[in-house]
């Protein structure tokens, strides 16, 4: 068996063309020989057929385009038969939004929170039924249409809560895309919806700023600012940003999961009128206190019972010294008068 190229037939589509090619697939134009219509198809490299990694991704990829039928999602498609390993996509007209941020840079931010507010239904919509996308990033965003509307593609890595855990050696070593990672996906672990709200976080962010929460000059720089530092806030690049969209930005890329929206529905919420929206540090309903002011309330706290404690000590050896002439008497009367004193 040989790499599929422009010409071939594969099952019921002839490819028709090359759309782009990766270290490890290629995705093809091609038509379908029932239906006459185009499609997508997305061919691994021979050489990746045998990997057992590889396959299982492959094979969750095409469990996961039976499932979706959302409007701002690529919909798979299900070939009457298969003789070799590939997937069948609806073909989309449209440009992805790298090349938008590429000629635009920072976008307006009615069109920003247009195509954040999208994707964020798209994510939600896949975290209603179990699927968590884990590698959200302009390149894997489609713009649409008059109006440029949102598809989402490419579920190489997503996660199936149903399925078992992905291995992670192998193929790339820690999955996902540097500059849209969590910071618990460089750990190495598995990752929840909160984990596609930080993408979409990081997106907003570059889409508002026209550059990326962190400026660090290799990926291991990245990494470890990502795990350890704070993010530049958008309003130092782009002074009209609302301070209330900006706080939303700054929770969604929280380092600490916890600290994020909880879920791209919430988020949604927030995008859908941010100026009406009170953002939260923390998921948990109650928590007021801002996250990067928490460890001195933590500090003061345990001053203030030190403090506490120092008083009562203080006020308890007061109170053993005014004390000690009285029970000095008491000891006195006894030894003159025995024990009938009280």
Known sequence: MRDVGVGDRVDQYVVTDVVARSGMASIFKAVDGES????????????????????????????IGKRVDHPHVVRGLAPREKSRMYLAME???????RAELRSSGALAAERALQ???????ALAYLHRNGIVH????????????????VKLLDFGIALLESARRLTWAGLSGTIGTPDYMAPEQIRGRRGDARTDVYAVGTILYEMLTGRLPYDAPNAAALLHAKTHGEPARPRAFV????????????????????????SAEELLRDLRD??????????????????PHRRWARRLLLASLVFAMGLVSRAWLDHERSSAPARSAVAELRQAHGAGVP
């Open 134 to 149: 884990r590698d959200v990033k302009p390149e894997n965003v489609l713009l649409v249409g008059p109006g440029g509307a």
């Open 239 to 262: 002074r009209d940003i609302p301070a209330s969209l900006e706080a939303i930005v700054l929770r969604a890329i929280a380092r600490d999961p916890r600290d994020r929206h909880g």
């Open 91 to 97: 073909w989309v007209e449209g440009r992805s939004l």
């Open 115 to 121: 195509i954040a507010g999208e994707l964020c239904d």
């Open 274 to 291: 941010p100026f009406a929206a009170v953002p939260r540090t923390r998921a948990s309903p109650g928590d007021s206190i801002p996250r």
């Open 36 to 63: 006459g219509g185009a499609v997508a198809l997305k061919v691994p490299h021979v050489q990746y057929e045998g990997d057992v990694v590889f396959f299982e991704r492959f094979q969750r990829e095409e469990e």
